[in-house]
């Protein structure tokens, strides 16, 4: 099958984000005992966008900045850098005590010393994202999407991102682009409205096309029963994974794609990498390989991004699964959370496990 897609849209993709900043140690050190730092621009759905707006494909963001903010204006060159159009409205810090950008603060771990992650968020601009800071009929009526991309982590964020999500994924449905829902269930955003946010990623998830998570994802947002226990490594789960989407896809049946990402953490810096995807009646299995892990984070995100650039190119099916987890296995590689693929055929070779020097 293949997903049709609306033409002459001036974006292939679209992200609603709220943008931050990740400070990293040097040399995978830890943070606690680190004196230098990197300071990189940041965000899962701007992770995602990034496979496409790298290999050629217009994509756009829409966010908040904290108007006069150097740390915004470093975002927007960054954004820029990955070519990557934006807007939205610029939000006064208020005062000292006011709005700024979130600050992740992680390391990426060595060998059996995990990664750990320092999540910063008082104050966070993107909590205020609200429809009517943009003019959604322009951008979905007039400019055109052919794929919006959702994520939990913006639909949870606060009640205005909770509702500016459903408004955007309302538009997108009424021009006719199609919406990618990737779940990112996060317990803290959830806790308190269980039930409200229930029922917003219900009517999300109910008019989406392609919808991403693993098994706790769907358990925690929707009560979709999990896979069953049993046999050791991620290839004796694959069936359990399965009969989970089929639930899903029975819950949902507006979507045509499902998806999760299988992984297992060897040491930080190999981890078996595999893929599950449902298009239509058809599976298609990525089987776990080893890769080599220089940051895990945004692997996750590298994959979705892979996969919605397949399907923005048209490809046989089969083809997105593949370039997806090869995006994932290439965005461990950066430092930065998102995947820089310099071509498709780079992507092609991660695919191929060729890593010979190419001169």
């Known amino acids: 099958m ?19 900043t990740r400070i990293t140690p040097e040399n995978g050190q830890p943070v606690h005992s ?21 290999l050629g494909m217009p994509v756009k963001v829409l966010t908040t900045f904290v108007k006069g903010s150097p740390i ?8 820029r850098s990955r070519n990557m159009d934006y807007e939205g409205p610029e939000v006064p810090q208020g005062d000292p005590w006011g709005y700024r950008h979130q600050i992740n603060i992680a390391d990426s771990g060595y060998g059996l010393r995990g990664p750990r992650v320092f999540n910063d968020r ?50 997108a449905k009424k021009h006719g682009s199609r919406i990618s829902f990737d779940l990112n269930h996060r317990a803290s955003f959830w806790k308190g409205r269980e039930e409200q946010l229930r029922k917003d990623f219900t009517e999300i998830a109910s008019v989406s096309d ?3 998570g693993n098994e706790e994802d769907f358990q925690l947002c929707f009560g979709i029963e999990g896979p069953e226990a049993g046999g050791e490594g991620l290839n004796a789960k694959i069936d359990g994974f399965k009969g989970l989407i089929n639930r899903v896809k029975e819950t949902f049946p507006n979507a045509s794609v499902f998806a999760t990402t299988l992984r297992e953490v060897i040491s930080v810096n190999e981890h078996l990498w595999g893929a599950i995807m449902l298009e239509g ?14 940051d895990r984070i945004g692997g996750g995100d590298g994959f979705v991004g892979g996969m919605l650039y397949g399907i923005l190119k ?25 995947a820089q693929p310099a071509d498709e055929e780079q992507v092609w070779s991660i695919w191929g496990g060729n890593a010979r020097v190419k001169r």
């Open 2 to 20: 293949s997903i049709q897609l609306k033409q002459n849209c001036k974006y292939a993709m679209l992200v609603p984000t709220s943008m931050g």
């Open 34 to 54: 680190s004196d230098k730092f990197t300071l990189f621009a940041t965000s899962a759905e701007t992770n995602v966008a990034s496979i496409a707006s790298y």
């Open 72 to 79: 915004a204006q470093f975002i927007k060159s960054n954004l």
């Open 122 to 171: 008082a104050g966070e601009v993107g909590r205020t994202l609200n429809a009517k800071d943009f003019d959604l009929e322009r951008i979905f009526g007039e400019e055109g999407v052919q794929i919006v991309h959702l994520s939990g982590l913006i639909g949870a964020l606060s009640p205005e991102t909770t509702q500016f999500c459903l408004e955007v994924a309302r538009a």
């Open 210 to 212: 392609i919808l991403i």
């Open 281 to 294: 009646e058809n599976w298609h299995v990525v089987e776990p390989r080893p890769i080599k892990v220089l």
């Open 314 to 338: 048209q490809w046989e099916a089969e083809k997105w699964a593949q370039f997806g987890w090869a995006t994932g296995a290439l965005a461990t590689t950066f430092l930065t959370d998102y």
